[in-house]
């Protein structure tokens, strides 16, 4: 066997079979045919150098944890060559090899309808290469090999985790050999972060002072990512963020082999900016998607002070931030309704006319953040007017507080506050020159419009009940009934005098008529002065 000049020996060979492999001078051959003839010695051969199998590549940019394909040719596939596809993915979170071992070019087909005569799977199991079609005339296998990233970059299960880009570059090496030659490639490829996804669910109504209870999903196909979710409440009386750093779903244990486990944990989350708790209710470890329950209190509907509505919508603001600066936000309302006041009243039970008459009373108001208003109509036709006292938010009060009306001298005392049920304790007195019967109210208004009115009785003698006296009204009427008696002086009714319903006399001290004569009070025969 000459080389291509005739000019040098490379090797004799004689009584060698068709196909088989010679070495000539380091270089492998095969023998393909053998002939005899006139023309040429029955000794000669026809030797054909082996052809290397030539490989080309290309993989396309991918996001992580989203499969990438990468697409092959091997040109001088020979039909009896088979070949040891070696893929090197260069996958910092997973290291090895994707090695498949084909088998003769001639035996593989591609439009077979059993996938075992066109598929092969790596020598770890991990991977499959596809013969997609074969170009026999010019000895062209095409195939494919699909690759998954699960991060851009080197993982870190905790926050901030990975090396903060958005996107790495990736080079991927290929070698084909057919036992004999060998050839090799190379393409590269963006693998890019995927953005997480926040989803949160309609929070219900609260009132104020209430906790609004927050529910939502997370999702990251990045299992490797860590994230870092912050939460605005749109809480105009608590501008403090809620931070939770959140470890990614999966983690690697083992880069050499892949290995991955959950990492992430149904559970609690302490936030690192204020006092709320973030709690983990599942982990799907497939999806990457976390659901969550987290809760906050809005202490007063609006901005506390008051703006007079009667309830006030508060918008709360998820972002979530991956530790490769991939971003996701959502936002959900939550109404917040302003609690009306009640009141109750405790009014002494009558007092004297010039004395003063005390009106005690409670008031109580969950949202402790309010401040209130508080007028009451004494109904004194004797010229008195209504009391109006501006009290500041009940968890700023004290026992032994004092404010004065506005609209006339009286003076209101808080007598007991509780900060926590929102009970406040008051008494105001005021003084009925004239005695009589008298309906007033109390009306207390919140500084959001919640409005309550209850009702009182001051009954204001004359001369007050003592012993089994009654009493004695002189200009008012009494406050229930007719009168069953009369004062007279001689002839002439003395205008004026009443007496409560229902009455007995047992005089302790004498009564000055300024007239002459006998009086019957007409419980009786006796008379008296």
Same mark, same amino acid.
């Given at each position: 066997?000459?080389?291509?000049?005739?000019?040098?020996?490379?090797?004799?060979?004689?009584?060698?079979?068709?196909?088989?492999? &010679?070495?000539?001078?380091?270089?492998?051959?095969?023998?393909?045919?053998?002939?005899?003839?006139?023309?040429?010695?029955?000794?000669?051969?026809?030797?054909?150098?082996?052809?290397?199998?030539? &490989?080309?590549?290309?993989?396309?940019?991918?996001?992580?944890?989203?499969?990438?394909?990468?697409?092959? =040719?091997?040109?001088?596939?020979?039909?009896?060559?088979?070949?040891?596809?070696?893929?090197? @993915?260069?996958? #910092?979170?997973?290291?090895? $090899?994707?090695?498949?071992?084909? *088998?003769?070019?001639?035996?593989? $087909?591609?439009?077979?309808?059993?996938?075992?005569?066109?598929?092969?799977?790596?020598?770890?199991?991990?991977?499959?290469? %596809? #013969?997609?079609?074969?170009?026999?005339?010019?000895?062209?296998?095409?195939?494919?090999?699909?690759?998954?990233?699960?991060?851009?970059?080197?993982?870190?299960?905790?926050?901030?985790?990975?090396?903060?880009?958005?996107?790495?570059?990736?080079?991927?090496? %290929?070698?084909?050999?057919?036992?004999?030659?060998?050839?090799?490639?190379?393409?590269?490829?963006?693998?890019?972060?995927?953005?997480?996804?926040?989803?949160?669910?309609?929070?219900?109504?609260?009132?104020?002072?209430?906790?609004?209870?927050?529910?939502?999903?997370?999702?990251? %196909?990045?299992?490797?990512?860590?994230?870092?979710?912050?939460?605005? @409440?749109?809480?105009?009386?608590?501008?403090?963020?809620?931070?939770?750093?959140?470890?990614?779903?999966?983690?690697?244990?083992?880069?050499?082999?892949?290995?991955? #486990?959950?990492?992430?944990?149904?559970?609690?989350?302490?936030?690192?900016?204020?006092? !709320?708790?973030?709690?983990?209710?599942?982990?799907?470890?497939?999806?990457?998607?976390?659901?969550? =329950?987290?809760?906050?209190?809005?202490?007063?509907?609006?901005?506390?002070?008051?703006?007079? =509505?009667?309830?006030?919508?508060?918008?709360?603001? /998820?972002?979530?931030?991956?530790?490769?600066?991939?971003?996701?936000?959502?936002?959900?309302?939550?109404? #917040?309704?302003? *609690?009306?006041?009640?009141?109750?009243?405790?009014?002494?039970?009558?007092?004297?006319? =010039?004395?003063?008459?005390?009106?005690?009373?409670?008031?109580?108001?969950?949202?402790?953040?309010?401040?209130?208003?508080?007028?009451?109509? @004494?109904?004194?036709? !004797?010229?008195?007017?209504? !009391?109006?006292? /501006? %009290?500041?938010?009940?968890?700023?009060? /004290?026992?032994?507080?004092?404010?004065?009306?506005?609209?006339?001298?009286?003076? +209101?005392?808080?007598?007991?506050?509780?900060?926590?049920?929102?009970? /406040?304790?008051?008494?105001?007195?005021?003084?009925?020159?004239?005695?009589?019967?008298?309906?007033?109210?109390?009306?207390?208004?919140?500084?959001?419009?919640?409005?309550?009115?209850?009702?009182?009785?001051?009954?204001?003698?004359?001369?007050?009940?003592?012993?089994?006296?009654?009493?004695?009204?002189?200009?008012?009427?009494?406050?229930?009934?007719? +009168?069953?008696?009369?004062?007279?002086?001689? !002839?002439?009714?003395?205008?004026?005098?009443?007496?409560?319903?229902?009455?007995?006399?047992?005089?302790?001290?004498?009564?000055?008529?300024?007239?002459?004569?006998?009086?019957?009070?007409?419980?009786?025969?006796?008379?008296?002065?």
């Amino acid at each position: 066997a000459n080389d291509d000049d005739g000019d040098s020996v490379m090797g004799n060979f004689a009584g060698l079979p068709e196909g088989t492999v &010679v070495n000539l001078n380091g270089d492998r051959y095969h023998i393909t045919y053998q002939w005899g003839g006139t023309a040429r010695d029955g000794n000669d051969v026809a030797v054909v150098r082996n052809r290397i199998p030539e &490989v080309n590549i290309d993989v396309p940019d991918t996001t992580e944890n989203t499969p990438t394909t990468l697409s092959g =040719t091997i040109t001088n596939a020979d039909g009896f060559d088979s070949h040891i596809v070696t893929i090197d @993915w260069n996958d #910092v979170n997973d290291e090895r $090899d994707a090695i498949f071992d084909l *088998i003769a070019t001639k035996d593989i $087909d591609p439009n077979s309808m059993d996938p075992a005569d066109y598929t092969f799977t790596s020598r770890d199991g991990a991977s499959t290469l %596809i #013969v997609t079609a074969i170009d026999r005339f010019n000895d062209v296998l095409s195939f494919t090999v699909n690759h998954t990233y699960l991060d851009d970059g080197p993982s870190n299960p905790t926050f901030p985790g990975s090396n903060g880009n958005s996107s790495d570059p990736v080079t991927v090496d %290929i070698t084909v050999t057919d036992g004999e030659l060998m050839d090799t490639d190379d393409d590269g490829l963006n693998v890019d972060n995927s953005d997480p996804v926040v989803v949160l669910n309609p929070v219900a109504g609260i009132n104020e002072q209430g906790t609004a209870t927050l529910t939502g999903s997370i999702t990251d %196909i990045g299992l490797l990512d860590s994230q870092q979710v912050v939460i605005n @409440w749109g809480d105009p009386n608590d501008g403090a963020l809620a931070t939770f750093d959140l470890g990614a779903v999966l983690r690697v244990t083992n880069v050499t082999t892949g290995t991955t #486990v959950q990492n992430l944990m149904a559970g609690s989350i302490n936030s690192s900016t204020d006092d !709320s708790i973030l709690v983990i209710d599942s982990v799907n470890t497939m999806t990457g998607e976390v659901t969550f =329950t987290v809760t906050h209190q809005y202490i007063d509907d609006g901005a506390t002070g008051g703006n007079g =509505t009667p309830e006030d919508t508060s918008t709360i603001t /998820v972002t979530v931030t991956d530790d490769d600066t991939g971003v996701g936000s959502d936002m959900a309302t939550v109404e #917040v309704t302003n *609690i009306v006041p009640t009141l109750t009243l405790n009014p002494d039970p009558f007092a004297r006319s =010039t004395t003063p008459f005390t009106l005690q009373g409670t008031y109580t108001d969950l949202g402790v953040e309010d401040g209130h208003t508080l007028v009451v109509d @004494w109904q004194d036709v !004797s010229g008195g007017g209504d !009391s109006t006292f /501006v %009290i500041p938010p009940i968890n700023s009060l /004290v026992v032994g507080n004092t404010f004065a009306s506005s609209t006339d001298g009286s003076v +209101l005392r808080i007598a007991a506050v509780n900060a926590v049920t929102g009970e /406040v304790s008051f008494a105001v007195d005021h003084v009925y020159n004239i005695d009589g019967c008298f309906d007033g109210s109390v009306t207390v208004t919140d500084d959001d419009g919640g409005t309550v009115t209850t009702g009182f009785r001051a009954v204001i003698y004359f001369i007050l009940p003592v012993g089994g006296n009654p009493g004695l009204f002189l200009l008012g009427e009494p406050c229930d009934g007719d +009168l069953t008696g009369s004062i007279t002086g001689g !002839s002439e009714i003395l205008e004026g005098f009443r007496f409560v319903t229902n009455f007995g006399f047992n005089f302790v001290d004498d009564l000055d008529f300024e007239s002459d004569g006998f009086h019957n009070f007409g419980g009786g025969d006796d008379e008296s002065e």
